[in-house]
Structure formats: structure tokens, C-alpha cells
């Protein structure tokens, strides 16, 4: 947390503390579950330090605090009840999306280039996807998405946003060259195959897909049950860091 900026924002009627470091162009660091652990500070040093004005919204969880199993059930079983989330429903606009469209909005207007980058993880994947509604959004970046929940074969397939929210997004890849950036492992069923599958459906070639081995003797080194590709996972010259660094290297051919 050291050098990272707090303030506290408000939009589409929530408020939440956010976390700023850098300069250039903006980019909204969306945390995974259990919140803003030390691994996603670290991603947020990365960019920081790649060009970029990172700005981390604390949805959940305690800033700083490192993952541990209590700490990520408890973190699950409040997102699961809360409103602003909707963690099971399929095809569904979340109220979170509005609120981290707003800090998009607000990134853009105070920071140079072409518009801001978004990137989502974990529970929260699809919430940069659901960001890139508004055209301010440039970059948008989906690793690992997995809400809804896939406890059954729609949630499995569902994109993570409404259909509505889908077609304003599939429109801007037609219209003004957007495209989405999505990564997981192979083997993670948090994040499965089938959302993946929809969204290049939908998006087509917008779509780029960036997968990682996790199969049974993968070269990476990685476990079956790997996950956190931009976080966890990242290790000196190994695949999560290469993904790492094409997420720098979309994020400078999109805004800059």
C-alpha cells in the first residue's frame, strides 16, 4: 500500500474507497476475490510502473490483507448476498458495472490518451467487460471471469453481463474498433471453457484469447487447479508473465 493514494468515490449511488498510483493513461484495476491482497497491489506496481494511472476501486475484503482460506470464504459468502454484485443471476446487469463505469468516466476525463483500460479477475472478469459499455472504455481486459458462479451449464455459458450490455459491447467492435483482451487456464472450471466459447461467439475475432496450459505435465509448471493468471501465478519469465505482459503491451497499442 505504500505510495498508493485513497480517496473515496461515489457513483451510480455507491460509494467506495479507491486506490490511485502512476501517471499516463488511466487504467481501473478491479481486484479479485477475497479484494485488494498484496499480489493485486503488486499487478497495480507493474502498470503503475509500465506508464499508466492505476486506479483500484476496494469493492470488498480489507485493503493489504493477504488471502487465506477464511479470509476468501468470507469474502464469498458476502458477495453472494449482496445486491450490488448479483453473483448467481444469468443475464444480468450488475449494479457495480454502473458504479465502475463512473470511475472510468472519471479517469478519462483527468488523464492523457485515447480513452481507459479496464481489468477485471476472478469474480470480477466480467465487470470490465460490462465497463466497456461506455465508449470511454478502450482496453478492457477479462482474466479469469467467473461470475456467475458456474454451478450449472447456463451460469457455465453466460457471459457475465446482460444481453443488452452484449450487444452495445459486440456493436462497438463493429464501430469503432474495440477489442477485448481474455485469459484463464485450461483447466480452471472457475473460469470455464463455455463463457469463453460465448464470447468469441459473440465478439469474433475482437475476442483474443490468451489460454494457458494447465493439463498434466504442462511446460509452465502450473497446477491443475491454477487460476490467478495476472497474480498468483506469475513467477520471473514463466506464461503468466508473458501474459502480463501482453496485457501492458494491449493496453499501450489501445490507449496511448
Given amino acids: 500500500m505504500i505510495d498508493w493514494r485513497r480517496t473515496s468515490r461515489t457513483g451510480a449511488g455507491i460509494t467506495h474507497d479507491c486506490y490511485e498510483k502512476g501517471s ?42 493477504a488471502a487465506t482460506g477464511g479470509y476468501v470464504l468470507g469474502a464469498v459468502a458476502r458477495v453472494c448476498v449482496s445486491a450490488e454484485f448479483r453473483a448467481f ?31 477485471g479477475m476472478c469474480f470480477t472478469g466480467g465487470f470490465a467487460l460490462a465497463a ?12 479469469q ?43 480452471d472450471r472457475a473460469s470455464p471453457a463455455e463463457r469463453f466459447r460465448t464470447l468469441r461467439a459473440q465478439l469474433g475475432d475482437a475476442f483474443e484469447v490468451i489460454e494457458l496450459d494447465s493439463s498434466p505435465g504442462n511446460p509452465g509448471g502450473f497446477s491443475k487447479g491454477a487460476h490467478s493468471v495476472l497474480t498468483g ?4 519469465g514463466n506464461p503468466a508473465a ?14 496511448v
Fill in 24 to 65: 499516463g493513461p488511466g487504467v481501473v484495476l478491479i481486484p479479485e476475490l477475497p479484494g485488494i491482497t498484496p499480489e493485486v497491489y503488486a499487478l497495480g506496481d507493474h502498470l503503475a510502473a509500465a506508464g499508466f494511472t492505476v486506479v483500484i476501486p476496494s469493492l470488498f475484503g480489507t485493503p493489504g490483507r
Fill in 89 to 119: 443471476a444469468v443475464d444480468a446487469a450488475r449494479p457495480v458495472t454502473a458504479y465502475l463505469r463512473s470511475v472510468s468516466r472519471e479517469l478519462a476525463a483527468r488523464t492523457p490518451g485515447r480513452g481507459v483500460g479496464v481489468i
Fill in 132 to 143: 466497456a459499455v461506455d465508449d470511454v472504455v478502450r482496453a478492457p481486459v477479462l482474466s
Fill in 145 to 187: 471471469p467467473s461470475a456467475p458462479f458456474p454451478i450449472s451449464a447456463a451460469r457455465r455459458a453466460d457471459p457475465g453481463l446482460s444481453a443488452g450490455e452484449l450487444a452495445q459491447v459486440k456493436a462497438r467492435t463493429t464501430g469503432d474498433g474495440l477489442c477485448v483482451l481474455g485469459l484463464r487456464f485450461s483447466e
Fill in 233 to 236: 501465478e506469475v513467477r520471473d
Fill in 242 to 255: 508473458e501474459a502480463r505482459d501482453r496485457i501492458v503491451a494491449f493496453l499501450r497499442t489501445r490507449l
